[in-house]
T-cell receptor, first 109, second 115 residues
Framework: RKEVEQDPGPFNVPEGATVAFNCTYS??????FFWYRQDCRKEPKLLMS???SGNEDGRFTAQLNRASQYISLLIRDSKLSDSATYLC??????????FGTGTRLQVFP | DAGVTQSPTHLIKTRGQQVTLRCSPI?????VSWYQQVLGQGPQFIFQ???????GRGNFPDRFSARQFPNYSSELNVNALLLGDSALYLC??????????????FGPGTRLTVL
């Protein structure tokens, strides 16, 4: 079993739609959680950290479920510019991020 | 403020050669980590350095080595290149080592092609 698993997609959604991604992790000792966005052939850019209480940043909402060992990312009112690969990352050993393979999102007009 | 910088941006090498990749962290950041990302996968952790000392190592062969300099910049060296080493090599910096939600920021990467 992979340490961090994501549905690779692609998720094809129309503009304005709401889309949600899940990411499961296997190490119950994991302490911090992140969502990164990666555009084609570019570096990952930090989208948001995922705190125990959940957090929201504009159209983006992240949740953490420690009991079931997954994190989620919800994108509301999708824009064409949201098209990218979304990587979840988990940090158990505090200096090592473990990434999922990423979920590809394609928003169409 | 400048972000993480990496050089070169692209590199083509042949099997058996050696390569050195360079990274400068965000100003004030003391921790540098290296990741390898092959096509279709997420980044994989290679090394982490803090205050010139290795703080973590991923599951990579001894052909991979790194170091950090007094100005916190870092180099990643790969010897005896294999075709499978073709990947995007990413450098990430963070302010400190350890702690949680101590976020990492990535440079643009070096795209290495081994022929």
């Amino acid at each position: 079993r992979k340490e961090v698993e994501q549905d690779p997609g692609p998720f094809n959604v129309p503009e304005g739609a709401t889309v949600a991604f899940n990411c499961t992790y296997s190490n119950s000792a994991s302490q911090s959680f992140f969502w990164y966005r990666q555009d084609c052939r570019k570096e990952p850019k930090l989208l948001m950290s995922v705190y125990s209480s959940g957090n929201e940043d504009g159209r983006f909402t992240a949740q953490l479920n420690r009991a079931s060992q997954y994190i989620s990312l919800l994108i509301r009112d999708s824009k064409l510019s949201d098209s990218a690969t979304y990587l979840c990352a988990v940090n158990a050993d505090t200096d090592k991020l473990i990434f999922g393979t990423g979920t590809r999102l394609q928003v169409f007009p | 403020d400048a972000g993480v910088t990496q050089s070169p941006t692209h590199l083509i090498k042949t099997r058996g050669q050696q390569v050195t990749l360079r990274c400068s962290p965000i100003s004030g950041h003391k921790s540098v980590s290296w990741y390898q990302q092959v096509l279709g996968q997420g980044p994989q952790f290679i090394f982490q350095y803090y205050e010139k000392e290795e703080r973590g190592r991923g599951n990579f062969p001894d052909r991979f080595s790194a170091r950090q300099f007094p100005n916190y910049s870092s180099e990643l060296n790969v010897n005896a290149l294999l075709l499978g080493d073709s990947a995007l090599y990413l450098c990430a910096s963070r302010l400190l080592a350890g702690g949680f939600y101590n976020e990492q920021f990535f440079g643009p990467g070096t795209r290495l092609t081994v022929l």
